[in-house]
């Protein structure tokens, strides 16, 4: 079975400073997808970044970006120049390839940037 | 793209009686759904897996005959709350599939309170 873990319950930074988000992972699996989601207080859940495990190049989307180190299984997420509406919980996932397959989550990271 | 809309977005109901969920794919055909569920502070979990044409797949210790799931058609999927009680106040998340790029897009989310 999979797991997802993020070792940090909860993080706080400045606006415009850079911060980043802990993720690590166990599988046995070769081929997968990883996931970061924010969850705002209105609790949608939005996609931030995907990264595919057999892709090498690090995924970003704008001021996200990903440092995937697929031997270490781990998959940070890094958020640059932060704004007040970065604030959220944070979660990273992982879903396997091939098919409908489930998401596993982490327990999340809740973020807060103070003006 | 890859809007997915749930109705109602919170409902109340007296202890005994049935709550119907609605999840609905906007902009895309998905085969495939999810029904999660989500206490305060915490992760997501999964309760099922709907498939269009045929029958949930239910996670371990979720009740099939308590959490009636109905995915008739390629777009919207329903979650029903039969006899419900206080103990099943919470926030249910559905989220849909998209075909192309194995990536869960997530509905708003519904506050179910049972008085």
């Known amino acids: 079975a999979q797991t997802v873990t993020q070792s940090q319950p909860e993080m706080s930074v400045q606006e415009a400073e850079t911060v980043t988000l802990s993720c690590t992972y166990d599988?046995?699996?070769?081929?997968?997808?990883l996931f970061w989601y924010k969850q705002p207080p209105s609790r949608q859940m939005i996609l931030v970044i995907r990264?595919?495990?057999?892709?090498?190049q690090n995924a970003t989307e704008n001021r996200f970006s990903v440092n995937f180190q697929k031997a270490a299984k781990s998959f940070s997420l890094k958020i640059s120049d932060s704004q007040l509406g970065d604030t959220a919980m944070y979660f990273c996932a992982f879903m396997k390839h091939g098919g409908a397959q489930k998401l596993v989550f982490g327990q999340g990271t809740r973020l807060t940037i103070n003006p | 793209g890859a809007v997915v809309s749930q109705h109602p977005s919170r409902v109340i109901c007296k202890s005994g009686t049935s709550v119907k969920i609605e999840c609905r794919s906007l902009d895309f055909q998905a085969t495939t759904m999810f029904w999660y569920r989500q206490f305060p502070k915490q992760s997501l979990m999964l309760m099922a897996t709907s498939n269009e044409g045929s029958k949930a797949t239910y996670e371990q210790g979720v009740e099939k005959d308590k959490f009636l799931i109905n995915h008739a058609s390629l777009t919207l999927s329903t979650l029903t709350v039969t006899s419900a009680h206080p103990e099943d106040s919470s926030f249910y998340i559905c989220?849909?599939?998209?075909?192309?790029?194995?990536?869960?897009?997530f509905g708003p989310g519904t506050r179910l309170l049972v008085l």
């Open positions: 599988t046995s699996e070769n081929n997968y997808y």
């Open positions: 989220s849909a599939l998209g075909d192309r790029e194995e990536t869960q897009y």
């Open positions: 990264q595919e495990a057999y892709k090498q």
